[in-house]
């Protein structure tokens, strides 16, 4: 995996972290209103998401064809554009703590950076594909890049989350 990958990877997630460390639980599990989900819920969507994004790539490795690359930042940074999460990366619906969701974030990026150092030739990575939910066959190398361009994504709900719950009070 290329350092600047590796540095987003890092950065958007120290970016997460910190913009829910100092949340009280309850701020964390507020939703502004029925229809949007919780930041505890955000961050559990992420958990999941990397978590089968690991499965996927793992499956994409064993056998698929070359895909061409695509502009994937434009598409999953556009937060005009809505995706309805697949049920598999639907977040739970029970509370969490704040640090029950960074020890689950640190678990699954851990497994994420154990299951990519087990890949010895990472230029397979670009060789080879398989379908995602939202952004249709995709390079397994942007399948890894996904994670960090979607938790941006999400960073950015977070920080729009706490606008609206600040506003109501």
Same mark, same amino acid.
């Given at each position: 995996?290329? +350092?600047?990958?590796n540095?987003?990877?890092?950065?958007?997630?120290?970016?997460? /972290? *910190?913009?829910?460390?100092?949340?009280?639980?309850?701020?964390?599990?507020?939703?502004?209103?029925?229809?949007? &989900?919780?930041?505890?819920?955000?961050?559990?969507?992420?958990?999941? /998401?990397?978590?089968?994004?690991?499965?996927a790539?793992? &499956?994409g490795? +064993?056998?698929s064809? +070359? *895909? $061409?690359?695509?502009?994937?930042?434009?598409?999953?940074?556009?937060?005009?554009?809505?995706?309805?999460?697949?049920?598999i990366? $639907?977040?739970? #619906?029970?509370?969490?703590?704040? %640090?029950?969701?960074?020890?689950?974030?640190?678990d699954s990026?851990?497994?994420?950076?154990?299951?990519?150092?087990?890949? $010895?030739?990472?230029?397979?990575?670009?060789e080879?594909?398989? *379908?995602?939910?939202?952004?249709?066959?995709?390079?397994?190398?942007?399948?890894?890049? %996904? #994670?960090?361009?979607?938790? %941006?994504?999400?960073?950015?709900?977070?920080?729009?989350?706490?606008?609206?719950?600040?506003?109501?009070?």
């Amino acid at each position: 995996m290329n +350092k600047l990958v590796n540095d987003n990877l890092y950065e958007t997630r120290n970016n997460l /972290v *910190k913009e829910i460390t100092l949340l009280s639980d309850v701020q964390f599990n507020s939703k502004p209103n029925g229809n949007m &989900w919780s930041i505890a819920q955000v961050c559990h969507h992420l958990v999941l /998401v990397e978590e089968a994004s690991i499965k996927a790539i793992a &499956w994409g490795l +064993k056998d698929s064809t +070359k *895909k $061409e690359h695509k502009p994937i930042q434009l598409i999953l940074l556009d937060r005009t554009k809505k995706f309805k999460a697949p049920a598999i990366v $639907e977040p739970n #619906i029970e509370p969490f703590e704040v %640090q029950q969701i960074i020890d689950l974030l640190n678990d699954s990026r851990k497994k994420l950076m154990t299951f990519l150092s087990t890949i $010895e030739d990472k230029s397979i990575l670009a060789e080879k594909s398989m *379908k995602h939910p939202a952004l249709g066959e995709l390079p397994l190398d942007q399948w890894i890049e %996904q #994670i960090y361009l979607h938790e %941006q994504r999400h960073i950015e709900q977070i920080k729009e989350i706490i606008l609206l719950l600040d506003a109501r009070h």
